[in-house]
């Protein structure tokens, strides 16, 4: 498990916040795999589990989360400036639901155990 106080710059707009990597030995070999990355101000979760069966390996968790998106906050996120005009595209949103996160964020959440 990598606890970071603030995201850690990794290239351009991109950064990593917690990250931790399960292995496990039940029935069988285990994996887990979970982070958030963040693109300045987007938030992205996402979770992974899989587990190996004989020679095959089995998806048992799957799971994604972002913040509040739409066209003009994805641009201006990965652009780092504002483009005159975009907000004519703000009719396209994903709003994310509301969750417990820090600063009183909302995400969206996919998850599905398999």
């Known amino acids: 498990l990598a606890h970071v106080e603030r995201p850690v710059a990794l290239f351009g707009p991109f950064s990593i916040g917690d ?15 979970y982070s ?15 587990k190996t069966v004989g020679t095959a390996v089995e998806p048992t968790l799957l799971s994604a989360a972002i913040s509040d998106i739409s066209i003009p906050i994805l641009v201006d996120n990965l652009m780092g400036e504002h483009v005159d005009g975009i907000e004519a595209l703000d009719f396209i949103k994903i709003l994310g639901l509301l969750t417990r996160t820090q600063g009183g964020a909302r995400a969206l959440s996919l998850s599905g155990a398999l």
């Open 19 to 33: 990250t931790c990597l399960m292995v496990q030995m039940g029935k069988g070999l285990e994996f887990g795999l």
């Open 36 to 50: 958030s990355l963040y693109i300045r101000n987007i938030q992205i979760f996402g979770a992974v589990m899989l």
